[in-house]
T-cell receptor
Framework: GEKVEQHESTLSVREGDSAVINCTYT??????FPWYKQEAGKSLHFVID?????DRKQSQRLIVLLDKKAKRFSLHITATQPEDSAIYFC?????????????FGLGTRVSVFP | DPKIIQKPKYLVAVTGSEKILICEQY?????MYWYRQSAKKPLEFMFS???????DNQTASSRFQPQSSKKNHLDLQITALKPDDSATYFC????????????FGPGTRLTVL
């Protein structure tokens, strides 16, 4: 089955700088790549996603890049703010139809310091 | 108002017992899911349902049984509980045709003694 590897387990960033989290996946059939944010003691909150028909997507300060050849995708958090501090999970799914479970990476703990 | 309700928030059980985790969603979604998050493993997909029908089961053990009494309900029955079952169980929902963004509930934190 699909495996998702999240390369950075922790990331410490100065406020205002960018944070980049990299993930790789194994299944070439994967076509949907969402990112979730989890604050301490809370649930997962969807932040952004990208589908395999595009290689870049931006939503405000978040940019997701997808390199299908390398089976790699990344989340760029630009102009980081203290409220960006959280654990970020990348995920992948490999079917386009019906209820499809997500395969998650292990998470990256992002800390934004002043 | 919370759109996905999970009950209870915390649950303590003894080894060998049986518990039911409740999930209701008020997002009008047709697909619902269960995930598990423990200290030892990454977030793990367990089941998915669409229109109350099982679509995918990634749980090896038959001790975990989802139950869907209504389209917006997907409960999880766990029998013969083991300490390794200790985890936070998240329910999620989405539109069924997709893939679409999945919305996660607040979770039920289960501790098995």
């Amino acid at each position: 089955g699909e495996k998702v590897e999240q390369h950075e387990s922790t990331l410490s960033v100065r406020e205002g700088d960018s944070a980049v989290i990299n993930c790789t996946y194994t299944d070439t059939a994967s076509s949907y790549f969402p990112w979730y944010k989890q604050e301490a003691g809370k649930s997962l909150h969807f932040v952004i996603d990208i589908r395999s028909n595009v290689d870049r997507k931006q939503s405000q300060r978040l940019i997701v890049l997808l390199d299908k050849k390398a089976k790699r995708f990344s989340l760029h958090i630009t102009a980081t703010q203290p409220e960006d501090s959280a654990i970020y999970f990348c995920a992948a799914s490999n079917r386009n139809n019906y209820a499809q479970g997500l395969t998650f990476g292990l998470g990256t703990r992002v800390s934004v310091f002043p | 108002d919370p759109k996905i309700i999970q009950k209870p928030k915390y649950l303590v059980a003894v080894t060998g017992s049986e518990k039911i985790l409740i999930c209701e969603q008020y997002l009008g979604h047709n697909a619902m899911y269960w995930y598990r998050q423990s200290a030892k493993k990454p977030l793990e997909f367990m089941f998915s349902y669409s229109y109350q029908k099982l679509m995918d089961n990634q749980t090896a053990s038959s001790r975990f049984q989802p139950q869907s009494s209504k389209k917006n309900h997907l409960d999880l029955q766990i029998t013969a509980l083991k300490p390794d079952d200790s985890a936070t169980y998240f329910c999620a929902s989405s539109q069924d045709r997709g893939p679409y963004e999945q919305y996660f509930g607040p979770g039920t934190r289960l501790t098995v003694l």
